[in-house]
């Protein structure tokens, strides 16, 4: 069962395979330097009801030298985020179109709207901390494409998401046997937490990332690097879509797999977090113990 997708640290000389790819989490991790890298699952996750399991792909990450300075070092960044002092995410309203049965349009426009949704929400915080918001460009594919910017195909395979820092995009693959009217929390969450992704990197966070696997000593310290930067993605995600609950579907029935999966509940437990919280401050995954990241 996959939980999520994973970014790697850019500082390895050639691409290496991680053991993860054989662990239950389904994590493939591919790390190359300054190319493409990232970590897949070990086979698409087909959505069942309102909680399918989503899997996102790695972010392609640009190295260090070719990204805008921050205002801080990467790990205060992280640590400490004017984000995470700004209020709960306000309610907003924004009407989602109907899901159809075996309609790609229909799905394409309800990620569209979705996603136009998360620029609003995350336009008004980042006002909060007197910061400009500047939307991601984003793509809705029925197929996986070829980003020469990005390093090779996107989505990567086995994800339906991945987000790539050098381009400032996210893809989205929602392939046919998605196109269901029972699967709009799963396509919701999806956009989210590749959105989410991109909030870390407008906020200098992915540096730190990027730094601790960069410096990690051992596998294991890499992985949880790895694993704070993707559960912050879902909790950012989930903290922007409590602002539109009125029109998404069930919460609860979206998060009940993750609540049985053993594996999944580190990640579900961030989810929850952020849509009960609705405040990027209850986000803060790379100051809790490390039980606690998954």
Known sequence: MDRTGSRPHSASPKPVTSPLQSSLSGFALLVTLGSLAGCAS??????????????????????????AAPSSS????????????????????????????GNW????????????????VWAKQFAKMHKSYKAPK??????RINVAACGGTMPQAGAYGTYCPDNKTY???????????????????????EHG???????????????????AA????????????????????AAALQATRDTLPSWSKFMAMYKRE???????????????????GSCNTWTAPSKNIG
């Open 105 to 120: 349009g229909s799905m394409r426009r309800y990620m569209q709207t979705v996603s136009g949704c998360l620029d609003r």
């Open 42 to 67: 070990t086979g698409d996750s087909l959505p069942s009801g309102q909680g399918g399991a989503v899997v996102h792909a790695a972010m392609q990450v640009k190295p260090a030298a070719f990204r």
């Open 138 to 143: 984003r793509y809705f594919l029925k197929a």
């Open 74 to 101: 990467p790990r205060d960044a992280a640590l400490r985020s004017p984000l995470y002092r700004t209020s709960r995410i306000a309610k907003m309203k924004c009407e989602m179109p109907r899901l159809e049965d």
């Open 171 to 193: 893809y989205v693959l929602a392939e046919s046997r998605t196109w269901a009217s029972r699967n709009g929390m799963w396509a919701a969450h999806l956009v989210a937490h």
């Open 218 to 237: 051992t596998e294991d310290e890499s992985v949880l690097a790895e694993n704070r930067s993707e559960d912050q993605a879902g909790c950012f995600a």
């Open 197 to 215: 992704h991109y909030i870390q990197d407008l906020a200098g966070i992915l540096d730190y990332a990027d730094e601790l696997q960069a410096n």
């Open 262 to 280: 053993k594996d999944l509940k580190a990640y579900g437990a961030w989810l929850d977090r952020g849509f009960s919280s609705g405040r990027p």
